[in-house]
Every structure is written in C-alpha cells, then in structure tokens.
C-alpha cells in the first residue's frame, strides 16, 4: 500500500529495554521526521532525516537513536526506556522543506 | 529551535462563527510556513505550505495568509461547523528541511 506507515501501533515495555520504532514510506520522499505527541507540547521533534544516511538531532533526542540506510525507511530506538519516554510517536515524510509533511498513524509507547 | 508562538491556545465557538488564529515566527531566514489540522485519535494532515511573503491560500471556508516581513500568519475559518473542531498546528520549515510546530490552538465548535 502507498503512504506512510508506523509499526507497531502499540507497543508496552518495561523500563531500561530496547525498542525500536519502525517507520515506512513508499513516496522515496527525501526527507523524514520523527515526533513525540506529549500534553502541554505538541508535537516535539526528536530527529529528522534530510536523505539516507543523513541524520540530525531535534528538539529532544536524548535517549533515542535513528539511523537511515534506505530512504524509505526510518528506524526510532529507545535504547534504554524510561518511563518519561511514555508517549505517542509519529513519523512523517515529506518531499522537501517547502512542501507538506504527511503524517503515520503513530505509535503509542507505554513504558512500565 | 525556532520560537512558534500560536494564539490563542484554546478557542470556543458557536456553529456559524467566523474565527481565526495566529501564528508567529522568527522572520529571519524563512523559508517556509506550514498550517496542520490535527483531530483527536488522527494523524495530523497538512492545510497549507506557504513561501511568499502576501501569499494567500483558500481551501473550502479555511484561509490563511502569511507575512514574511513581521513573521506572522492568520489562519481563518468562515462559518464554523462542529467537524472543524481540531487542533490546528502551525510549522515555520527550514531550507535543512526541520519542521518545528507550534503548540497549537485547539478549536472546539459547538453546535
């Protein structure tokens, strides 16, 4: 199916685990985005990808880590969870900075 | 990190209301300024991308306009309806592609 699509939808985990996130286009859209949904802010930019192979850090990426070796993929791991990184994920793509984002059905993320 | 100020943060209308929002920006470097609606237990999905200064977008009863010179943007709704109750975001994107939103305005409408 064409778009962009999160997996998985729900995930619970326990504290101090590894989990990734997994995120799918089939635009080959340049660039991608990983946000965190919390109360009070919105959505939060944690990292964004311009290509493959090329990543930087957004407004929090402490505690995560991305990596980009096709474009159409977009991995999010939490490399030790927290119970602060309880949250609702969502990865989005776009063509490039002038043109709309398109969004993923999100990931919610319970860590226990 | 740019600094997004959206306003108001909440906003509550009658069926039928004309309203609008604000969003403001740095207006140094822009780039770009992307409008999101975003309803409870959705995706957000994109409005707007506008680029020029003056630029006016119309979508239905939504408009917006956008001023590049003082760094703001309206967003405006005609006749508001109970569907148009959302969040809507606003986005100021960069020529390195990061999109840092607003914390939004929340519309409720009531019938």
Not at chain 1, 48 to 75: C, L, Q
Not at chain 2, 22 to 36: D, E, I, K, Q, V
Request: hydrophobic share 30%.
């Amino acid at each position: 199916d064409a778009g962009i699509t999160q997996s998985p939808r729900y995930k619970i985990t326990e504290t101090g685990r590894q989990v990734t996130l997994m995120c799918h286009q089939t635009w080959s859209h340049s660039y991608m985005f990983w946000y965190r949904q919390d109360l009070g802010h919105g959505l939060r930019l944690i990292y964004y990808s311009a290509a493959a192979d090329i990543t930087d850090k957004g407004e929090v990426p402490d505690g995560y880590v991305v990596s980009r070796s096709k474009t159409e993929n977009f991995p999010l791991t939490l490399e030790s969870a927290t119970r602060s990184q309880t949250s609702v994920y969502f990865c989005a793509s776009s063509e490039s900075g002038n043109t709309e984002a398109f969004f993923g059905q999100g990931t919610r993320l319970t860590v226990v | 990190i740019l600094n997004v100020e959206q306003s108001p943060q909440s906003l509550h209308v009658q069926e039928g209301d004309s309203t609008n929002f604000t969003c403001s920006f740095p207006s140094s470097n822009f780039y770009a300024l992307h409008w999101y609606r975003w309803e409870t237990a959705k995706s957000p999905e994109a409005l707007f991308v506008m680029t020029l200064n003056g630029d006016e977008k119309k979508k239905g009863r939504i408009s917006a306009t956008l001023n590049t010179k003082e760094g703001y943007s309206y967003l405006y709704i005609k006749g508001s309806q109970p569907e148009d109750s959302a969040t809507y975001l606003c986005a100021p994107g960069s020529t390195l592609g990061r999109l840092y939103f607003g914390r939004g305005t929340q519309l409720t409408v009531w019938p």
